[in-house]
């Protein structure tokens, strides 16, 4: 039996998911989208993607609907999740994607609309599990209601953490992403409430940032929790980042020894590379994290003590989704 999937808001994430589930073979069913934006714009931006390319599917408008490859999905513009028809559609699961309904209280909106579960897009405020799919998704119980998919960073560091410390043990460590800029970036110079380097222009610019994934990490792994922290570099990419970690190890390990651990625990979530890839290269991938073996490094201090240097990539968009899609039809199956 198909899973019926609504998606709440229609951007970046929101479309790459539609697309997601329509490319692969799966049980997920997309019945229903809410996003504010004007049905002609939401069809067409489902078809043409600078990044991804062209969507390969045949999408149209018939009347308030969206109707790809023959199907149709009933398009709605509500601006309060209270006010939508999730029970009369019999929805499973609601994809949160708008970037508003981030935590327990407000989610369940969702709930109160007649749907029987919530995945958010985006990491979660309270009291709510936080899953990296291939890391920790065997928490997710029957019994959940509303769950949160991490970060793309997240998703991108978590495996290669769980890695080294499953094997090693971590002390403690400090990861750098090296960031595509994303939508809530401007184009020129301008003014920014939050911090003035994020109102200059992204597609010039280097731009230091702030990140809470590293420090998500204990959300993911509870014995990490306070270990980890780190920042973000925002650069001219439209997608495609990765993350550099730095640990302090329990271990004494060579470069080859951290190379055979990624490598035995690679899985579709959690892929290893040995060829010299660079950020073009990994558009697309359809895993949350890419362990490039080929970056690996070691640094000895006179005392014997070891600084270990780790490298990740990932699609911030597509990689991030695949992997939530993995998890959302853990979630769905439970």
């Known amino acids: 039996m198909a899973i019926r999937v609504a998606i709440n808001g229609f951007g ?22 809410n996003d504010l934006t004007d049905n002609d714009n939401l069809a067409y931006l489902l078809k043409y993607d600078t990044a991804h390319g062209r969507f390969d599917a045949d999408v149209e408008l018939q009347g308030d609907n969206l109707v790809v490859n023959g199907k149709e999905i009933k398009v709605f513009e509500e601006r309060d999740a209270r006010d939508l028809p999730w029970g009369d559609l019999d929805i499973d699961i609601v994809l949160e994607c708008t970037g508003f309904y981030t ?17 958010i897009s985006a990491p979660a405020k309270g009291d709510v599990k936080t899953v990296v799919h291939g890391v920790n998704h065997d928490v997710l119980t029957a019994d959940d209601k509303i769950v949160s998919a991490a970060s793309c960073t997240t998703n991108s560091l978590a495996p290669v953490v769980k890695v080294l410390h499953d094997n090693f043990g971590i002390k403690t460590g400090t990861m750098m992403t090296v960031h595509a800029y994303t939508a809530t970036q401007v184009l020129q110079d301008g003014p920014s409430r939050k911090a003035y380097r994020d109102g200059r222009a992204a597609a010039q610019n280097i731009i230091p940032s702030s990140t809470g994934a590293a420090k998500a990490i204990g959300l993911v ?97 597509a990689g991030f989704v695949a992997n939530m899609v993995r998890t959302l039809e853990h979630f769905a199956s439970l």
């Not at 935590?103 to 995945?119: M, N, P, T, Y």
């Not at 271990?251 to 950020?279: L, P, Q, T």
Request: glycine share 6%; no cysteine; charged share 25%.
């Open 12 to 33: 970046r994430i929101g479309r790459l998911v539609f697309r997601r589930i329509v490319e692969t073979d799966s049980n997920l069913e997309v019945v229903a989208i």
């Open 103 to 119: 935590s327990d209280e407000a989610s369940q909106a969702h709930i109160d609309a007649g749907a029987k579960r919530v995945l």
């Open 221 to 317: 792994i509870p014995e990490l929790n306070g270990l980890l922290d780190g920042g973000s570099l925002r650069v001219p990419t439209v997608t495609g980042s990765h993350t550099i970690f730095y640990s302090l190890l329990e271990k004494k390990v060579s470069v080859d020894e951290i190379n055979a651990a990624m490598k035995e625990a690679a899985n579709e979530s959690f892929a290893y590379n040995e060829d010299d890839i660079v950020s073009s290269d990994i558009i697309g991938f359809p895993a949350g994290s890419i362990f490039d073996a080929t970056l690996t490094e070691i640094q000895e201090a006179n005392d014997g003590s070891q600084i270990v240097k780790t490298v990740a990539w990932y699609d911030n968009e």
